[in-house]
């Protein structure tokens, strides 16, 4: 299994911009992705990357202001968050699975790292 560990999470001021990174362990080969939470809601499907980098996926919420990319050499996917919104304010948290990446949104994965939290503030 997968190991993943999330950084790059802080307070910045709306319209600002961040770069998350998510660290994977073993192999590079998955479809990885980002997903969001805020308190009290359910987890919601932020963006996905195929493991060639070729097959890119976004939420509507967030499609023309993040960016997901990948390097397979660190084995880390990124996603650079601009034109940040205080409704983007979440704890972020990657994960990885053997899948297209228009089945990650729906994918119920059941092991989730500790995620890092982003904070937007208006």
């Known amino acids: 299994q997968v190991q993943l560990l999330e950084s790059g999470g802080g307070l910045v001021q709306a319209g600002g911009s961040l770069r998350l990174s998510c660290a994977a362990s073993g192999r590079t080969f998955y479809t990885m992705g980002w997903f969001r939470q805020v308190p009290g809601k359910e987890r919601e499907f932020v963006a996905a990357?195929?493991?060639?980098?070729?097959?890119?996926s976004y939420a509507g919420s967030v499609k023309g202001r993040f960016t997901i990319s990948r390097d397979n050499a660190k084995n880390t996917v990124y996603l650079q968050m601009s034109s940040l919104k205080p409704e983007d304010t979440a704890v972020y948290y990657c994960?990885?699975?053997?899948?297209?990446?228009?089945?990650?949104?729906?994918?119920?994965?059941?092991?989730w790292g500790q995620g890092t939290q982003v904070t937007v503030s208006s």
């Open positions: 994960n990885a699975g053997l899948l297209p990446t228009n089945a990650f949104a729906k994918a119920g994965f059941t092991s």
């Open positions: 990357i195929s493991s060639s980098g070729s097959t890119i």
